[in-house]
């Protein structure tokens, strides 16, 4: 497996932060500081409840450093794993007041992330043996952009643009106030310049010549479908980079890679892929 570059600890480490502040505000851990003695100490183990693919597993962990109490943590799979049900994934050793406190938000991002992985490897393995490639999209979650990201990363697929900052897309509404797909790429190119990749969204045959005429990088294929999409993909002739999008499921992707797009890009992935169960059992 391709080594998995993780989101910069800065950043996962302000996210983790947060999501404590968020759990714990002014009070702290009220249930544990009541029942559970300071001193006591305990080994758990988080366990993976249904099959799929970690992701997220020293992002979520990270968590038992930040709340006070020594715990010890050793890991049994990496993320990019798949995993059986009841696949143990790691051993906590340590303060049992920290263990508690951390649990929560330790799961939150490991089932959520470790979901994104899963439902992104099912797509990919759809495709599995043609070019085509699974990427996301800007549709993710406010403030865990990176951590979603790496997720789809951890599932086989590749990152879309980052942000709005980093790659320019050219959609629907934009072209309202182009002339043509030309037009708009045109003018795009002279202000961001030869460095910075340009995508045109597309929704019909009769667009595609302009753009790619404009010099666009990527040809975005919006909700084309059948011989549409093939005959879409054969105008842009190798020229441009193709990409399909709109609606598509692991059930339908392999159709859609039989039509020699380049990508297929998914919005769901991140936005409404479906939690992996995991659990940490004292």
Not at 184 to 204: N, P, Q, W, Y
Not at 223 to 244: C, F, K, P, Q, S
């Amino acid at each position: 497996m391709t080594e998995l570059m993780p989101p910069p600890a800065h950043e996962v480490e302000d996210i983790l932060r947060r999501a404590l502040v968020e759990d714990l505000a002014q009070g702290g851990d009220l249930t544990s500081a009541a029942l559970v003695p300071e001193t006591a100490t305990t080994q758990g183990r988080v366990v993976a409840r249904a099959a799929g693919t970690i992701a997220g597993l020293h992002v979520g962990l990270g968590v038992f450093g930040l709340v006070g109490g020594k715990v010890s943590i050793t890991t049994s799979v990496d993320d990019g794993e798949r995993v059986e049900a009841g696949t143990p994934l790691a051993t906590l050793d340590g303060s049992t007041r920290a263990i508690l406190t951390g649990e929560r938000t330790c799961l939150n991002i490991l089932g959520h992330l470790s979901g994104i992985a899963t439902s992104t490897r099912s797509v990919v393995d759809a495709v599995a043996g043609t070019a085509t490639r699974i990427a996301d999209t800007r549709k993710t979650t406010p403030g865990l952009r990176a951590l979603e990201k790496y997720a789809v990363r951890c599932g086989g697929g590749m990152n879309h643009r980052f942000g709005l900052h980093d790659a320019v897309m050219i959609k629907d509404n934009h072209l309202v106030v182009a002339s043509s797909p030309a037009d708009a790429v045109t003018k795009v190119r002279s202000t961001v310049g030869h460095t910075v990749s340009i995508t045109i969204e597309v929704d019909r045959l009769d667009q595609i010549e302009s753009a790619v005429a404009g010099g666009a990088d990527i040809i975005l294929l919006d909700n084309l479908r059948g011989d549409d999409l093939r005959r879409a993909v054969e105008l842009v002739g190798g020229r441009a980079i193709t990409e399909a999008s709109g609606n598509i499921t692991p059930e339908t992707a392999a159709k859609i890679s039989a039509s020699g797009v380049d990508v297929i890009s998914l919005g769901w992935i991140t936005h409404s892929a479906p939690r992996l169960d995991v659990a940490l059992d004292l």
